[in-house]
């Protein structure tokens, strides 16, 4: 069986060959990274409706705590996947990737991580201030604080500024595996779809 794949890069005149077999994710790695990415997004995108829901109408607790209890499940799912990739080395990129855009892609997975890893943990302890708490679908969960108006703010406002970093990291990620996939062809999309 042949693992090597033959990719015709569009800026030189021989191809060069990816081993699909040494560099590609595993299973668990491709799974988590699809699922945290659909409930990343998804918050975000509840995020910015649910706060603009004005006090006082019905159903607005509703999106906030299905907004709470997701990302409960996505802050586990992220520990998880960092937990794989602290044990795990990823794939090895491609030879032919200049140095710098190697250096690149390195930095902004780092930044994913951390990005991803503060969110759920600030947007835990904002609600940990107020008198609501976190319910992971209707079932309370520990709070970290005390009802606390003005920490609540404090977590709540830079709950919102992580969440603006994280969409812009996300669309940069999003547009270099787009790049990978319809410019260099090289196979880096590729690892996380098999």
């Known amino acids: 069986m042949n693992t090597s794949t033959s990719v015709l890069h569009p800026f030189k005149k021989r191809p060069h060959v990816i081993s699909t ?45 299905l907004h709470k209890s997701f990302g409960v499940m996505a802050g586990v799912l992220i520990l998880l996947r960092l937990l794989w990739r602290l044990t795990h080395r990823a794939p090895a990129l491609p030879g032919t990737m200049p140095r710098w855009e190697a250096s690149t892609a390195k930095w902004s997975h780092r930044l994913l991580y951390v990005f991803m890893v503060l969110q759920p943990t600030v947007g835990y302890l904002s609600s940990s201030f107020n008198k609501y708490g976190v319910k992971f679908f209707g079932i309370p969960l520990p709070q970290w604080g005390w009802e606390n108006p003005y920490l609540r703010d404090l977590f709540g406002d830079a709950h919102e ?3 603006a970093i994280l969409a812009t990291l996300i669309v940069i990620h999003v547009l270099a595996a787009f790049k990978h996939l319809l410019i260099d062809r090289d196979g880096i999309f590729q690892r996380m779809l098999r």
């Open 21 to 65: 077999k040494s560099h590609r994710y595993g299973p668990p790695a491709i799974v988590l990274h699809w699922i945290i990415a659909v409930l990343i997004i998804g918050m975000i995108l509840l995020g910015y409706y649910m706060t603009d829901i004005p006090k006082g109408t019905p159903g607005r607790a509703f999106y906030f705590n």
């Open 161 to 163: 500024v992580i969440g």
